[in-house]
Nanobody, 119 residues
Framework: QVQLVESGGGLVQAGGSLRLSCAASGTIYRVNIMGWYRQAPGKQRELVARITSGGSTNYADSVKGRFTISRDNAKNTVYLQMDNLKPEDTGVYYC?????????????WGKGTLVTVSS
């Protein structure tokens, strides 16, 4: 069984920074794309950023230049450095990973971590 556990959310003022982490654990043989999604109150979940095992990245237009995604393949961990945060960045941030474990390739999700940006 594979689990994704996020950490690092919290309350921050506009213009501040936060760093999210997501660690995958369990029976893991290979990890492909990992990413961060967010869901604001009353809105659908949306992609924030994702990164391949080789380090290629892509970002939502709304976070380009402010957020940086990275990963440590040895630790099966993905990070999201969020700078110059804005109130519209508020939401629950979910980690996602395409992981080959004991049951084959599965798209896993974490339970989410809340980010609140005050104006």
């Amino acid at each position: 069984q594979v689990q994704l556990v996020e950490s690092g959310g919290g309350l921050v003022q506009a213009g501040g920074s936060l760093r999210l982490s997501c660690a995958a654990s369990g029976t893991i043989y290979r990890v492909n794309i990992m990413g961060w999604y967010r869901q604001a109150p009353g809105k659908q979940r949306e992609l924030v950023a994702r990164i391949t095992s080789g380090g290629s990245t892509n970002y939502a237009d709304s976070v380009k230049g402010r957020f940086t995604i990275s990963r440590d393949n040895a630790k099966n961990t993905v990070y999201l450095q969020m700078d110059n945060l804005k109130p519209e960045d508020t939401g629950v941030y979910y980690c996602n990973g395409d992981i080959y474990g004991g049951t084959g390739w599965v798209d896993y999700w974490g339970k989410g971590t809340l980010v609140t940006v005050s104006s």
